[in-house]
């Protein structure tokens, strides 16, 4: 590395690409999405937020540090799948790990090599990603002591060779060893990379109720059990409503609550099961 060296940076989601592509919709960036092994995904932003070096940074853009560890903040809240940023310039290295709502962690190495981060960081990472507490964390480790044949670079492999261990597996080219500014040509000559494309507010709501319903909620918004659900607070609902009103009582408001959930509950599960069909939000292009 170098301080003519472009930055680059990889987002690598713990998470199969079906599960990444409607939540990587909303950063509205240019990116593009492939596997990168069991369970993982990675997406190669184009860059174009931190090209430019010293002058870039001269005219106020912010670094690519900064730049990534916001994206992987905003993919990882709300989701329950960890996503890591590795990124590098002419003058360091190092990554940032997004987890739902908890404290990022993360780690810099300057471009010789030299550690410049807290050794507790790479503990908190290894507990977040499942890696085994002593073989892995030792090798982790290994990444923060001083080695003088050991630049940034080889210390970002060293990272992602610890990952292999739990299913990653990134394609070829895609790696720290690429130029930052050939990172995304290089995505996209690999057949099974997809683009990420901005499809405009009702795509980006509709993209965010699909994350949702993934998710450990995702049964009781939509489907058998919600709709269980739903039938069940309306059956309760009814008829506390009319008995709170006969009596004029103050309990018919939490039935009317009760009552009202059921019915959106039913609402929404028949409006999101006539999207699957075609017949849901028409597609006219307006936003």
Known sequence: MNATSPAGALLLCRAEPETVRPVAHLLRERMLLAPAGDG???????????????????????PVDRVVAGWATALAVGSTWPVLALWWDGDRAGYTLASGFRRPVGYVWLADGTPAGEDEAMRTFAERL??????????????TRPDPDVDARIRLRGLLAVLTRIGLVLPPGLDPDTPGDRLYAAADDRPEAEPVVWTGWRGAVKAELDAVESSRLGPWLRGPRARALAGAQLAAGLPLVLRGLHRRGDGWLLAGVL???????LAYDRIR???????????DGRE
Not at 273 to 283: N, V
């Open 259 to 265: 009552l009202a959930h059921g019915a959106l509950g």
């Open 273 to 283: 099961g006539a999207e699957g069909d075609g017949r849901g939000w028409p597609a």
């Open 40 to 62: 993982w995904s990675v997406l190669v932003p184009e860059g174009k937020p931190w090209q430019g070096g010293a002058d870039a940074s001269a005219a106020g853009v912010e």
């Open 130 to 143: 499942g890696l085994d507490p002593v073989l892995d964390v030792q090798a982790l480790e290994e990444l």
